[in-house]
């Protein structure tokens, strides 16, 4: 048996394969399936068997079997070579997935064959008659189908601005394993239409009325989004028959490896709040499982993908919708992704990198508006680290804040979204009118606000080509500083309190700046290996909550919500704090922890995170970062020292030395946040707990006591960018409280007095 790496999302999440013209083929364990691994050479005269009274329908890198007798062994043969065996589940079905593509496949019993099989390869090109002769399963409005090039239907829907006849429109698809395409669940889809766009919701294979077989953004779904962006841009009314992409989360990052397929008629893609890196992102941040958020959301996902796992489902096959109940017949055959997870903590290739975006991104060559907030509750916000990599698109566009999964739908980001959209798919002179009602209807529900800053239309009397050349000479990366904390607004309202625009990211300007741990839980600006004695904790992440927050799911998002963000327990944890500093002192981009480490067990995991302790004795969360140090290796190829980037695999992973000190980096997620002249810089370093809205590990500490050495023989020390020449708002700061995604305490100091 091939054991199949798995890093999933969220939302989230979160795994893929990328769409390379072609893999070898890895036969796997599905539900349903038993597959044999090695390949075992037939008779080389197999016995006559009859015509298959199955049906085949080969595609790509796959083979499904419909309507055969429950029970029955099949192989895939190729030649004289069984590939793969697998038994028919109790629907008539059974799939074999990562076939290599090529010619001449047989899937036989002991009796039957179906032979001549073609599988395809994600690399070939379908005609254009595919897409032009779908208009007859996708309607000009309203609950349809498009047929993808292995005939697998995906059930769509579309909603017009207005009527037909004032068409064509320009359009956006938005394309996940939720339920768009459900007709009663598309409330965003008013976000689109709202401004004069045709909106497809459509459902990826596996999901909601399409069929085929669920698995998270395997090679078959990416390509499958070639297709749908393909049939949708054929229709009469898509204006110049090229669209768009928009999502949050999960069709977010749905449009990266779409994209990645690069679809023709694609026009430019707008995903938000996403990840670069399922594994090492969300999944298994610093090598340890997240467990609060994306092994959760995996198990609803796989829930869902069950046949009639979406309750609407179920209702249109009730009412007759014969394709939607025929759609669920592979639906026995997806596998089991939490039990994968659990099977495989580490990160392997090929298929670790394919289920990377930061891996593919440079595939991508249209327009991309993209934004996102440090502390994202779901995906995390480490999706930064991908940006230097979209080499082949014309324009990259980012926006960057404080605050959590929704801040990219949040006014600020929105007025600047809209342009986006207007400009590229539109292609008119934008026009926010419609941004106020949008922010209002959105407001209530999601932030339980209703007032937000103008929507102004700052391109008013100009051509659009007079527009677009002004909005092309903004600078493209936007960070909103202090979301939350603008004082026109009532506090956690998404509004920052100030902005600042810069030409690229990474910050080419920054200084990366150290601090050096040293004695009585100090942090000594630009020195290290300053102190004479070790410190050390009891790893116990019994000794608080695993999170800070502990409501419903949406009640995060909200400007009143409420944390329970607790001080480490004396003994549980060790803080390290600067002097007051001098002057403002603005960070933007990741960092690093480099820790000299020993431990009474033979491995620990290890939290950090950065806070600012006011002058008033407040503190503010920023950001934090994990490593479980049997996972330190670095790849040094990617790594610098203000991102170090972690291998995760299994052959790199190592046991700490006894009683030895061992130097480890621990990478700390991206942020920008203004420290201000008198506030203090805090590190603190403890086991995982008490430091994220949702994300829980399942972490190996237990009790052990942990070490930390910072002599001139062992200089542990903290690295962060700073900006110069940042202007700083001289007023007073943000209440306590009000930032979006950072709580706020009382400072108190840890067990060695930082």
């Given at each position: 048996?091939?054991?199949?790496?798995?890093?999933?999302?969220?939302?989230?999440?979160?795994?893929?394969?990328?769409?390379?013209?072609?893999?070898?083929?890895?036969?796997?364990?599905?539900?349903?399936?038993?597959?044999?691994?090695?390949?075992?050479?037939?008779?080389?005269?197999?016995?006559?068997?009859?015509?298959?009274?199955?049906?085949?329908?080969?595609?790509?890198?796959?083979?499904?079997?419909?309507?055969?007798?429950?029970?029955?062994?099949?192989?895939?043969?190729?030649?004289?070579?069984?590939?793969?065996?697998?038994?028919?589940?109790?629907?008539?079905?059974?799939?074999?997935?990562?076939?290599?593509?090529?010619?001449?496949?047989?899937?036989?019993?002991?009796?039957?064959?179906?032979?001549?099989?073609?599988?395809?390869?994600?690399?070939?090109?379908?005609?254009?008659?595919?897409?032009?002769?779908?208009?007859?399963?996708?309607?000009?409005?309203?609950?349809?189908?498009?047929?993808?090039?292995?005939?697998?239907?995906?059930?769509?829907?579309?909603?017009?601005?207005?009527?037909?006849?004032?068409?064509?429109?320009?359009?956006?698809?938005?394309?996940?394993?939720?339920?768009?395409?459900?007709?009663?669940?598309?409330?965003?889809?008013?976000?689109?239409?709202?401004?004069?766009?045709?909106?497809?919701?459509?459902?990826?294979?596996?999901?909601?009325?399409?069929?085929?077989?669920?698995?998270?953004?395997?090679?078959?779904?990416?390509?499958?989004?070639?297709?749908?962006?393909?049939?949708?841009?054929?229709?009469?009314?898509?204006?110049?028959?090229?669209?768009?992409?928009?999502?949050?989360?999960?069709?977010?990052?749905?449009?990266?490896?779409?994209?990645?397929?690069?679809?023709?008629?694609?026009?430019?893609?707008?995903?938000?709040?996403?990840?670069?890196d399922s594994y090492r992102s969300t999944l298994y941040p610093g090598g340890i499982l997240n467990t609060g958020f994306a092994v959760n959301w995996t198990q609803e996902r796989v829930d869902q993908a069950r046949p009639f796992g979406q309750e609407w489902t179920k209702a249109r096959a009730d009412a007759g919708d014969t394709m939607c109940a025929d759609?669920?017949?592979?639906?026995?055959?997806?596998?089991?992704?939490?039990?994968?997870?659990?099977?495989?903590?580490?990160?392997?290739?090929?298929?670790?990198?394919?289920?990377?975006?930061?891996?593919?991104?440079?595939?991508?060559?249209?327009?991309?508006?993209?934004?996102?907030?440090?502390?994202?509750?779901?995906?995390?916000?480490?999706?930064?680290?991908?940006?230097?990599?979209?080499?082949?698109?014309?324009?990259?566009?980012?926006?960057?804040?404080?605050?959590?999964?929704?801040?990219?739908?949040?006014?600020?980001?929105?007025?600047?979204?809209?342009?986006?959209?207007?400009?590229?798919?539109?292609?008119?002179?934008?026009?926010?009118?419609?941004?106020?009602?949008?922010?209002?209807?959105?407001?209530?529900?999601?932030?339980?606000?209703?007032?937000?800053?103008?929507?102004?239309?700052?391109?008013?009397?100009?051509?659009?080509?007079?527009?677009?050349?002004?909005?092309?000479?903004?600078?493209?990366?936007?960070?909103?500083?202090?979301?939350?904390?603008?004082?026109?607004?009532?506090?956690?309202?998404?509004?920052?309190?100030?902005?600042?625009?810069?030409?690229?990211?990474?910050?080419?300007?920054?200084?990366?700046?150290?601090?050096?741990?040293?004695?009585?839980?100090?942090?000594?600006?630009?020195?290290?290996?300053?102190?004479?004695?070790?410190?050390?904790?009891?790893?116990?992440?019994?000794?608080?909550?695993?999170?800070?927050?502990?409501?419903?799911?949406?009640?995060?998002?909200?400007?009143?919500?409420?944390?329970?963000?607790?001080?480490?327990?004396?003994?549980?944890?060790?803080?390290?704090?600067?002097e007051p500093l001098e002057s403002d002192t603005v960070v933007i981009g990741p960092g690093a922890v480099d820790l000299w480490v020993k431990a009474t067990a033979a491995d620990t995991d290890l939290e950090v995170t950065i806070s600012e302790v006011r002058p008033d004795g407040t503190e503010i969360y920023v950001q934090s970062g994990w490593l479980r140090?049997?996972?330190?290796?670095?790849?040094?190829?990617?790594?610098s020292d203000l991102a170090p980037v972690l291998t995760n695999a299994e052959a790199d992973a190592a046991d700490l030395p006894a009683g030895e000190f061992t130097e480890v980096k621990v990478p700390i997620f991206p942020f920008a946040h203004p420290f201000r002249k008198g506030s203090r810089i805090r590190l603190t370093i403890d086991a995982p707990g008490?430091?994220?809205?949702?994300?829980?590990?399942?972490?190996?500490?237990?009790?052990?006591?942990?070490?930390?050495?910072?002599?001139?023989?062992?200089?542990?020390?903290?690295?962060?960018?700073?900006?110069?020449?940042?202007?700083?708002?001289?007023?007073?700061?943000?209440?306590?409280?009000?930032?979006?995604?950072?709580?706020?305490?009382?400072?108190?100091?840890?067990?060695?007095?930082?």
């Amino acid at each position: 048996m091939s054991k199949r790496p798995l890093a999933v999302l969220t939302a989230l999440c979160l795994l893929a394969v990328a769409c390379s013209d072609g893999e070898d083929a890895v036969p796997t364990t599905e539900a349903g399936t038993e597959t044999t691994a090695a390949e075992t050479t037939v008779a080389e005269t197999l016995p006559a068997l009859a015509p298959a009274t199955f049906t085949v329908q080969p595609g790509v890198q796959q083979i499904a079997v419909l309507d055969a007798e429950p029970g029955t062994e099949l192989s895939v043969i190729n030649g004289t070579t069984t590939i793969a065996t697998g038994t028919v589940d109790e629907q008539g079905a059974l799939l074999f997935r990562e076939v290599a593509e090529g010619d001449g496949y047989m899937v036989a019993s002991d009796t039957e064959a179906a032979t001549d099989i073609t599988v395809m390869s994600p690399g070939a090109t379908p005609p254009a008659s595919l897409y032009t002769e779908e208009q007859t399963l996708l309607p000009a409005g309203g609950f349809g189908y498009i047929v993808t090039r292995d005939g697998t239907t995906l059930s769509a829907n579309v909603l017009l601005p207005g009527p037909i006849e004032n068409g064509p429109f320009p359009t956006v698809v938005e394309y996940s394993g939720y339920q768009p395409s459900d007709p009663d669940s598309a409330q965003l889809a008013a976000l689109y239409t709202a401004q004069g766009f045709a909106y497809v919701g459509v459902n990826m294979r596996g999901t909601g009325c399409s069929g085929g077989s669920y698995r998270f953004f395997e090679t078959a779904q990416s390509i499958d989004g070639y297709d749908v962006i393909e049939a949708v841009a054929a229709q009469p009314w898509v204006l110049d028959n090229e669209v768009g992409m928009v999502g949050i989360s999960y069709p977010g990052i749905s449009q990266l490896f779409v994209a990645a397929t690069q679809p023709p008629s694609l026009n430019s893609i707008t995903p938000l709040s996403v990840l670069d890196d399922s594994y090492r992102s969300t999944l298994y941040p610093g090598g340890i499982l997240n467990t609060g958020f994306a092994v959760n959301w995996t198990q609803e996902r796989v829930d869902q993908a069950r046949p009639f796992g979406q309750e609407w489902t179920k209702a249109r096959a009730d009412a007759g919708d014969t394709m939607c109940a025929d759609n669920q017949r592979l639906r026995l055959q997806n596998p089991d992704l939490v039990a994968e997870i659990d099977d495989n903590p580490f990160y392997s290739n090929p298929l670790g990198d394919s289920l990377a975006p930061i891996t593919f991104v440079d595939k991508i060559n249209v327009p991309v508006f993209i934004a996102g907030a440090w502390q994202d509750e779901q995906t995390g916000g480490h999706f930064p680290a991908m940006l230097p990599d979209f080499a082949a698109s014309p324009h990259v566009y980012v926006t960057l804040t404080n605050g959590l999964h929704t801040e990219s739908l949040s006014p600020p980001v929105a007025r600047r979204y809209m342009e986006f959209l207007q400009l590229y798919v539109g292609k008119k002179v934008p026009d926010l009118s419609a941004g106020a009602a949008i922010a209002g209807a959105l407001g209530g529900a999601i932030w339980g606000v209703n007032t937000f800053g103008p929507f102004e239309s700052r391109f008013a009397g100009m051509t659009y080509e007079e527009a677009l050349a002004a909005f092309e000479a903004d600078k493209p990366v936007r960070i909103l500083f202090e979301q939350g904390g603008d004082p026109a607004f009532s506090p956690g309202t998404p509004e920052p309190h100030f902005t600042a625009e810069f030409d690229s990211w990474p910050m080419a300007f920054a200084v990366t700046t150290l601090w050096g741990l040293g004695d009585d839980g100090a942090l000594v600006t630009g020195e290290q290996g300053t102190g004479s004695t070790a410190d050390e904790y009891t790893a116990d992440p019994s000794a608080l909550p695993a999170t800070f927050y502990e409501g419903g799911s949406s009640g995060v998002w909200r400007a009143d919500v409420q944390y329970d963000w607790q001080p480490l327990p004396d003994g549980t944890g060790l803080g390290y704090v600067t002097e007051p500093l001098e002057s403002d002192t603005v960070v933007i981009g990741p960092g690093a922890v480099d820790l000299w480490v020993k431990a009474t067990a033979a491995d620990t995991d290890l939290e950090v995170t950065i806070s600012e302790v006011r002058p008033d004795g407040t503190e503010i969360y920023v950001q934090s970062g994990w490593l479980r140090a049997s996972q330190r290796a670095l790849d040094e190829a990617r790594s610098s020292d203000l991102a170090p980037v972690l291998t995760n695999a299994e052959a790199d992973a190592a046991d700490l030395p006894a009683g030895e000190f061992t130097e480890v980096k621990v990478p700390i997620f991206p942020f920008a946040h203004p420290f201000r002249k008198g506030s203090r810089i805090r590190l603190t370093i403890d086991a995982p707990g008490n430091n994220r809205a949702v994300w829980e590990f399942r972490t190996i500490s237990n009790g052990e006591t942990v070490t930390i050495a910072h002599d001139a023989d062992h200089p542990s020390r903290l690295l962060l960018p700073v900006v110069p020449d940042i202007a700083v708002p001289q007023a007073a700061p943000p209440a306590c409280g009000s930032l979006r995604g950072q709580p706020c305490r009382e400072y108190v100091p840890a067990g060695n007095g930082g």
